[in-house]
């Protein structure tokens, strides 16, 4: 491996930290949303079977906390490479015009995450004045999973491009410990 500039393998690395911190954060998250989300199927079930009628706000309820996780959880699969890709083309190219197309897909990849988050903010603004059917509560919240989400996985996919350009090795990158 080539040699890299000391304050660009600083950055690079200082970034990295961050992103594991961030990643840290949202893996976390997303447990504790899906934690939450099975406590409320499990409440709306045995509700039904106890009560014979059930709890109505368990099913809403249990649908945006599916969505907030969901969502959140892109990001972590941005921060550990596990999102879905083709290998097809790139399997097949010297490691140069890989490393530059790796770089390309890494770029568009961020600016459509910032695409999707400037689309969710104008969208959770107007969902303001939207209301769910059971709770009466405004969209806006619902509605923020995309554009949170969005930047989340915006950063991650630029911490990813950070290290590619700054060539890091895989093992200080991602094989750090929590």
Excluded at 93 to 120: E, Q
Aim: hydrophobic share 55%; charged share 15%.
């Amino acid at each position: 491996m080539q040699e890299h500039p000391m304050a660009l393998t600083a950055v690079a690395l200082r970034i990295e930290h961050i992103g594991r911190a961030v990643n840290r954060v949202v893996e976390w998250s997303c447990a504790a949303l899906i934690a939450a989300m099975i406590l409320v199927v499990w409440l709306g079930v045995s509700g039904r079977y106890l009560t014979e009628s059930g709890f109505s706000w368990t099913e809403e309820l249990a649908r945006y906390l599916m969505i907030w996780a969901a969502l959140l959880a892109v990001s972590c699969a941005a921060w550990w490479r596990e999102h879905v890709g083709l290998d097809l083309l790139p399997s097949r190219l010297p490691p140069a015009p890989r490393r530059l197309l790796k770089l390309v897909i890494d770029g568009a990849t961020v600016l459509f995450f910032v695409f999707m988050c400037l689309y969710g903010i104008d969208m959770t603004v107007e969902g303001r004045t939207q209301f769910s059917t059971l709770f009466g509560l405004s969209m806006a919240l619902p509605f923020a999973a995309v554009p949170v989400s969005s930047a989340l996985a915006a950063f991650q996919f630029g911490v990813r491009l950070i290290t590619d350009l700054s060539e890091l090795p895989r093992t200080e990158v991602a094989a750090a410990p929590y």
